[in-house]
């Protein structure tokens, strides 16, 4: 099959190397792409609807795979299926779920998906008010897309204030924080619940913890996500069953009522309350970094698996998976707030060539040569072992060998604490 697969970054440079793995790849093609991801490069933006159409029909694309948001919330995966591709990753429509966080609210209080308490507030007036109704602390989230930045954890009503100020006054997020939600804070270890989604079925993937916050412990600034940890350990895998049910069974159920086709990857960002797991959010998409840390373990082959999710006809069983996987983030000097890059990389090939460790690309350059830093985060790199402690060594002992000026990553990936253990 010749696959063209959108996007540039870490995630993607992991689905490429998952694909590259199908018997049944003839040819992988990437737009943007970038000098790490293995596939010829198309100098097509991921959001260049008309150009790609072009594309796909010139080649004779028999898949595509569309690894970031933008895209789908754009409508990209629609003009491509009115041009006759094949495409994984929901339309326009489906694609709300992550692209507005008051149509997923609304879509899990219709069909009765765990979630928090929440409001809609499109007057900053009327949402300031609204904030005693929530004594406890209040999340302000923006509506739209905001490369993550547009959630705000608020235990004091004056941050809630700042907050809400921000978004729909000075509009710090644009048009995306005109329409605020609130919604009551919940406390509880999150996961990311990743899986095949063809409207019908959700075939899971391992479960993974990603770890948002720059620094060791959880503190300093939200970021993209400073490394990730699969199968995750803040269930059994005992537990996992039901919570995937739960969350899962209702979402399928609320897409058939509601005639919205989904055919992509569906992730389901959970937290464990006391009181049973909630919903936070949703990505019609793989998530970056965990698909650097859940790919890894899959047995199975990603292209049939995508083609089949494309199609409408996944099967019934569950992808068989493996081990765990550690994945550990190294950041540029200044991140998140202002990335210094073009630093040259050493100890790539060192790092590589270690048993169990994969290196994944998200912000990197090859301009002669030599690897330069390119983005604010710049490698993800991944241990598996048999077990968590496995591959958390064998993610360090190849961080630790790869060196380049003001790299910064946090040191407890995967490291349980003993606070969350308690539920
Ligand atoms: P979201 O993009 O909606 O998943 O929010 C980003 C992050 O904000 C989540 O991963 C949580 O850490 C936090 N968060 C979101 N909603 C809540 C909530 N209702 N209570 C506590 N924390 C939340
Ligand atoms: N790691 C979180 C996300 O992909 O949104």
Redesign the pocket.
């Known amino acids: 099959m010749n696959v063209l697969l959108l996007g540039s970054g870490g995630r993607e440079h992991a689905l490429a190397w998952k694909l590259a793995q199908s018997p049944r790849l003839k040819k992988l093609y990437a737009a943007p792409g970038s000098d790490a991801i293995p596939a010829e490069r198309v100098s097509l933006k991921a959001t260049d609807s008309a150009g790609l159409a072009a594309f796909v029909k010139e080649k004779v694309i028999d898949l595509v795979v569309i690894g970031p948001e933008d895209p789908l919330a754009a409508g990209t995966a629609d003009a491509l299926r009115q041009a006759g591709a094949l495409v994984f990753g929901p339309g326009k429509a489906a694609a709300q779920l992550e692209a507005s ?1 008051a149509f997923a609210k609304d879509f899990m209080t219709r069909h009765k998906v765990p979630t ?1 308490r929440w409001e809609r507030h499109a007057s900053f007036d009327v949402a300031k008010a609204a904030l005693a109704r929530f004594p406890d602390g209040v ?1 302000v ?1 923006a509506d739209g897309l905001a490369a ?1 930045k ?2 705000r ?1 608020c235990r004091a009503r004056s941050s809630a204030e700042a907050a809400l100020e921000d978004m729909m006054v000075k509009q710090a997020h644009g048009a995306a924080g005109t329409t605020v939600v609130l ?5 509880g270890p ?1 996961v990311s619940l990743l899986g095949f989604c063809d409207g019908k079925r959700f075939l899971p993937l391992p479960s993974a913890s ?1 770890h ?1 916050r720059l620094l060791d412990g959880d503190e300093g600034p ?1 970021t993209g996500g400073m490394g990730v940890v699969s199968p995750t350990p803040h269930l059994s895998a005992k537990e996992l069953p039901g919570v995937l049910k739960a969350v899962s069974a209702p979402v399928l159920a609320g897409l058939a009522a509601d005639g919205l086709a989904y055919r992509g990857l569906l992730y389901i ?1 959970v ?1 464990l309350t006391e009181a049973g797991p ?1 919903v ?2 949703f990505n019609c998409r793989f998530g970056d970094p965990e698909t650097q840390a859940v790919l890894p373990l899959l047995d199975a082959d990603l292209l049939t698996l995508c083609e089949a999710t494309a199609k409408g006809a996944l099967p019934a069983e569950t992808p068989k998976s493996h081990g765990a996987a550690v994945t550990v983030v190294l950041a540029s000097e200044g991140y998140p707030a202002s990335p210094v890059m073009g630093r040259p990389i050493t100890g790539l090939a060192e790092a590589s060539a270690r048993p169990g460790v994969l290196i994944f690309h998200a912000g990197t350059a090859r301009p002669e040569q030599v690897w330069m830093t390119n983005g604010g985060r710049v490698l993800g790199v991944t241990g598996v072992g048999k077990d968590a402690k496995e591959a958390r060594e064998r993610a360090y002992g190849a961080a630790e060998t790869i060196e380049f000026e003001g790299v910064q990553y946090r040191k407890d990936i995967g490291l349980v604490r003993a606070a969350a253990r308690q539920r």
């Open positions: 966080k928090a999340v989230k993550g547009g959630v954890v919604e009551e804070l919940l406390e999150e990603d948002k939200n960002g937290m909630k936070l959010e």
